[in-house]
């Protein structure tokens, strides 16, 4: 069934359920918006950030360069992807379960909502956290709803974000993506255990490639089906990945193929990719098929095999999810955090008794350099400091600045989604 059906019940279901617990639990509704609100998660923020705030704010101070170095990586990224968006997508909707022709990404329902979850509670802790930390006391925390997709919210004190000090804000709005990608790093170290020790236990061979996903649309569509495992193309046996690109590497748009799956032998007239309209085109998505090897199984059994390969595939989206929308994040547009982070940054008002803190925090952390090191490092420091003092812009000034840069962002992003998606679906 297309993922979209399992999004429209879920719809359905949870919207019926809310309007008959809305008296019962503290439920909300905004737009298409449902809010869950609940006291007991504040709790949980304080606890986390009471356990060490020194850590939280040493994390963070360590975590603002880095993420001003991505938040430049992205606006570069962006830039790049406009001379790209005319030979292949770039940009695209990420929503577990559906395959959006011409997409470069798809993802699956299930792991694919579980990392979700990840990147939502993940993002909106890190907030919650460091603005107790900060003190500054969080006025609502629950779950949301957005339509059909879960997530989370924290809502900080605006009047008490609006007091605090500069530093204070750049801990609280880069908590969010930096902690997301603090995450994604996790995942990648546990998803490469556990592939190194797949791997050097040799539990798994390829037996063909596993249909994953069928594009809508697309020539395969109505003929091959998910789960389906291909052996042979034109008399040519498949046995991973690499044969199989092989198989279709010399296949011209309109050439007629025979697919040979262990459900049976099926014939497709290959069509145009919608990303590259000379090449032909299939329309699926597909895996090596993994087999246990026979001493392997004598070894681990079929359960731990399939289990350690399914919670590879699930820290890898957790990985990858946390990754794109951390970064993604960082944009420097509202209202996205990047959007945030950029307009503290243009108000930043160098004061003297903050230079010397600025200061002792920057030898603080240098003081494991060697002296030159150190003393160079400081150097270039104050003179970025005296550039932002004698460059200081006025609040309404740095406002429009990040408002104009904003919309041009987003015209960006949504002409690098239509361009990448519409022509596709079409």
Known sequence: MNGLWYYLIGFIIIWILAFLLKDKYNITREGIVLMLKTEKLKGVLDRIANASPRFWKGYMNICIPIGIFFMILMVISLILSIQLMFEMPTVSVILPGVDIPGSPIYIPFVTGLLALATVLIIHEGGHGVLARVEGISVDSVGLLLLAVIPGAFVEPNQEEINKANGISKLRVYFAGPMFNIGLCLIALVITAGIGGFIASEEIYTTGGVEITSVVPGSPSEGVLSNGMIIHNI??????????????????QIGNNITVTTNTGVYNITLGVNPNNSTKAYMGVRSQNHKIVEPSAQRKYGTILPAILSKLQELFYFIFFL??????????????????????????????????????????????????????????RFNTLLNFISNHELDDRRAETIVRTISAMIMVIIVMLLLYGIVPAIL
């Open 234 to 251: 034109n008399n040519q046996t498949i046995t991973n990945t690499t044969t199989y690109t092989q198989a279709l590497s010399d296949k």
């Open 322 to 379: 946390n990754l794109a929308v951390g970064t993604f994040n960082l944009l420097p547009m509202k209202p996205l955090d990047g959007g945030l982070i950029f307009e503290e940054i243009l108000k930043i008002k160098i004061r003297p008794d903050r230079r010397q803190d600025f200061n002792n925090i920057l030898n603080r952390y240098t003081r494991m350099f060697p002296t030159t090191i150190r003393c160079w490092i400081s150097r």
